[in-house]
């Protein structure tokens, strides 16, 4: 499989049989509804602890069954199972993807064995000494160089190494241990730092450094910077080295592999913790990279989390593709992308602690299938990726919302929502209107959920807005919904450390469906390379150099000079 030339979607019957259904294509959702009360329980389906209904999907029975050909003609499922097994599926870098096996239970059987490694115990090796490091501090065993417990721990990294740890610890806040707090550190801009460390005790906070080289520019140069603020803060700027170094090793511990770049910074090589090169950084979250997650909420909610990562992979694993959620969600995703136009895809949380779940499928789903050949090399023969963005609940209403409801462009959109909050409230007094004093805030919230759906789906004619009284065509044409726009809506029972597993897990799978149909490399990411080769070229010009600067092209050249002129 991983050796062979991916099939080209575009040659196979149900790729042209979609390509057919699709021109001339008039979708028809309060028709479809009307015209087959079993649309909704048809096309409702169960991962795990998630409840999928993609009955508002601009999808028919030919529509599916010509995806899931497509499916079968591109090898989805064998190339999963290859996946799974350890294949170098990542074939310009030559790797195996495993993230799957992050999350493999100890003892499973049959072992993973790949490259003469054994995957498993090397996973739970890495895994516990975590959970020890985490107890550590947890418990207050581990202390500062002055002796007082850490309060504080502040993850340096960017990219995977960032953006998963800080999504997942803002999801299970609830779940965090009283007196912790993570923060964290990405940006290389100085302002990012400055802010997360601004007000902290250097005696009770701790640093992680994320880096697998330990050699990535911004995570190395944010650490330089707090260790900097380190020794000032405990006054040993002109302190002695040995003091220096005592410090660090107190108060600094890195993920990373490369032990001798680690002992150079100055922490000791026992306070680092590795990872493979069989997981991408935007896959990672569920490996040592979210050290700073185990800290805060403890080895058996974080196994829970990892158990629900699992729960979906073996979902995908042993259920048929006609009720596979991942692989259908993947297909239509393909459906609305290739054959019907669409560009971006929405992803709307309702539920405040999946504030940055948008932000994390960015990196997942734009690094991993944002690519223009094919895993062989070929040029890719249909349109790859989507621009996934969001924001959560009704803040997004309230913005761009106007766009799905009555723009032109196709958005198709997931909504994703919990029965039980964590923190439920009740509106005592209500509004003395639409809000009845003792309204559950959570039934007010879930409302706009579902309503935001229906409407999506079905719309408001041209003589419904006539029937409330409107008489003006000009108004009502301006109060008309087409409808038809496609939802997803994913609903589980609360927000628990499985759930967000779950979800993760759901999407990487999606990602993995659509990177097989269009024959892609989903597991590398050369398009984030050139730029910050050429950031370090440009580098001389920014600090001064003439003759860097007299290199750059015309635009760069003006710029930088109109900087350096504003800078002084």
Do not use: C
Request: glycine share 8%; charged share 20%; net charge negative.
């Amino acid at each position: 499989m991983t050796d062979s030339a991916p099939v080209d979607p575009t040659s196979t019957d149900g790729w042209k049989k979609l390509a057919a259904i699709a021109d001339g294509f008039t979708p028809d959702l309060r028709g479809w509804f009307d015209s087959d009360p079993g649309r909704a329980a048809k096309y409702t389906f169960q991962a795990a602890d998630l409840t999928v209904d993609l009955s508002k999907g601009l999808v028919t029975e030919d529509v599916l069954t010509n995806l899931l050909q497509v499916a079968r003609d591109t090898g989805v499922a064998e190339r999963f199972r290859s996946m799974l097994a350890g294949e170098h599926i990542n074939v310009t870098e030559d790797r195996a993807v495993l993230h799957t096996a992050l999350r493999r239970p100890a003892g499973i059987e049959p072992s993973l064995v790949v490259d003469g490694q054994d995957v498993g115990a090397d996973v739970h090796a890495t895994l516990d000494k975590v959970y020890a490091f985490a107890e550590q501090i947890r418990s207050g065993a581990w202390t500062g160089v002055t002796g007082k417990r850490i309060e504080t721990v502040v993850n340096i990294g960017i990219g995977g190494s960032d953006l998963g740890p800080v999504m997942v610890y803002e999801a299970l806040k609830p779940y965090v241990q009283p007196g912790l707090e993570a923060r964290f550190v990405s940006n290389i801009d100085p302002a990012d730092i400055y802010e997360k460390t601004a007000d902290l005790d250097p005696e009770t906070t701790l640093f992680i450094v994320a880096s697998k080289t330990f050699g990535t520019l911004e995570t190395l140069t944010n650490a330089r910077l707090a260790r900097q603020w380190l020794w000032e803060r405990l006054g040993l700027a002109e302190g002695s080295d040995e003091d220096k170094t005592n410090a660090v090793a107190k108060h600094f511990v890195a993920v990373s592999t490369a032990l001798d770049k680690v002992a150079a910074f100055g922490i000791d090589p026992e306070n680092a913790f590795g990872f493979w090169d069989w997981v991408g950084g935007r896959y990672s979250v569920d490996s040592a990279i979210g050290t700073a997650v185990v800290v805060a909420i403890g080895k058996e909610n974080w196994e829970q989390f990892l158990a629900g990562f699992h729960a979906v992979d073996e979902h995908v694993r042993t259920t048929p593709l006609e009720q596979n959620v991942p692989v259908l969600m993947g297909l239509l995703n393909v459906w609305y992308s290739n054959f019907l136009g669409a560009q971006s895809h929405a992803v709307l949380p309702y539920t405040q602690y999946l504030h940055r779940f948008p932000a994390y499928l960015q990196q997942l789903t734009m690094e991993s299938n944002g690519k223009r050949v094919r895993w062989d090399g070929s040029p890719v023969t249909t349109s790859t990726g989507e621009v996934f963005w969001g924001e959560p609940g009704t803040n997004g209403q309230h913005a761009f919302y106007q766009l799905i409801h009555q723009g032109t462009n196709l958005v198709p959109a997931d909504f994703i929502t919990i029965a039980n909050p964590p923190r439920p409230l009740t509106d005592e007094t209500g509004d003395g209107k639409g809000v009845a004093p003792g309204t559950d805030v959570h039934t007010l919230f879930l409302a706009n959920f579902f309503a935001q759906t229906k409407a999506l789906a079905f719309g408001k004619t041209a003589d419904e807005v006539r029937a409330e009284g409107t008489t003006d065509e000009g108004i009502v044409a301006a109060r008309t919904f087409p409808g038809n726009k496609p939802t997803a809506s994913i609903l589980a029972p609360e927000l628990t450390p499985s759930v967000l597993g779950q979800l993760i897990a759901l999407y990487e799978h999606i990602v993995f469906t659509e990177g097989t149909i269009w024959g892609i490399d989903s597991f590398d990411q050369w398009g984030v390379e050139l730029g910050k080769q050429l950031a370090l070229q440009v580098t001389p010009a920014v600090e001064g150099d003439q003759e860097a600067l007299d290199a750059q092209d015309a635009s760069t050249k003006a710029l930088i000079a109109k900087y350096l002129e504003l800078r002084k």
